[in-house]
């Protein structure tokens, strides 16, 4: 799976106008189609409070819609959820290839980006590490049983970006992989989650 640190460095360039609140649910279904259970909604007024929000908004979108993407995006669009503005689109989307969504809110400024290769990641400027990684693998006990960490590294080309790395596999049987990346530094994009097919070999 494709990962790179520019997206940390581009977001803050690359979203347009003010943000806004704007809030996306699902309804619950079978094991694989239900959101897992995230810390109640609170006003985005601190990076646990947007940690919390922008965990909720993968849960509600990426981790429920593996090798979906037609219905994500079909998803995205009936909750009219803007498209990021044709300079962020080329930023994050080189040769057009997917769909990206500006999932700002009141108080946080974040993306959602559609790959057509079935990669799914959401970016937030601010978001608590700690609470990030609690929520998530939280998540992943209530959604994929079967989701297990399978190692960390920091990142070669932006130092204070820390990635954790989990596989799971789908219902359907096929393995992705999950990223985690945060960073506690300042006035830098904080957290960015990504799944992704797993590698062959």
């Known amino acids: 799976?494709?990962?790179?640190?520019?997206?940390?460095?581009?977001?803050?360039?690359?979203?347009?106008?003010?943000?806004?609140?704007?809030?996306?649910?699902?309804?619950?279904?079978?094991?694989?189609?239900?959101?897992?259970?995230?810390?109640?909604?609170?006003?985005?007024?601190?990076?646990?409070?947007?940690?919390?929000?922008?965990?909720?908004?993968?849960?509600?979108?990426?981790?429920?819609?593996?090798?979906?993407?037609?219905?994500?995006?079909?998803?995205?669009?009936?909750?009219?959820?803007?498209?990021?503005?044709?300079?962020?689109?080329?930023?994050?989307?080189p040769g057009g290839k997917g769909k990206g969504y500006d999932t700002s809110t009141a108080g946080n400024r974040m993306a959602l980006l559609s790959e057509d290769g079935d990669i799914c990641t959401v970016l937030g400027e601010r978001a608590d590490s700690k609470a990030v990684v609690s929520l998530i693998e939280s998540g992943l006990k209530s959604l994929h049983s079967n989701a297990h960490f399978v190692g960390e590294d920091n990142d070669p080309a932006t130092s204070d970006l820390h990635h954790r790395h989990y596989d799971l596999t789908t219902k359907s049987g096929k393995p992705y992989e999950l990223i985690v990346s945060t960073s506690a530094a300042p006035n830098h994009i904080q957290a960015i989650i990504t799944i992704g097919p797993k590698p062959k070999g």
Request: net charge positive; proline share 9%.
């Open 1 to 93: 799976m494709r990962r790179g640190p520019t997206l940390a460095i581009l977001l803050s360039l690359a979203l347009a106008g003010t943000a806004s609140a704007r809030t996306i649910t699902h309804q619950s279904g079978t094991p694989e189609t239900a959101a897992p259970q995230t810390a109640p909604a609170e006003p985005a007024t601190s990076p646990t409070a947007d940690a919390a929000e922008l965990v909720r908004l993968f849960a509600h979108t990426c981790l429920i819609y593996p090798g979906r993407t037609a219905a994500l995006r079909t998803m995205l669009d009936s909750h009219h959820i803007p498209a990021l503005s044709d300079k962020a689109a080329a930023l994050f989307l």
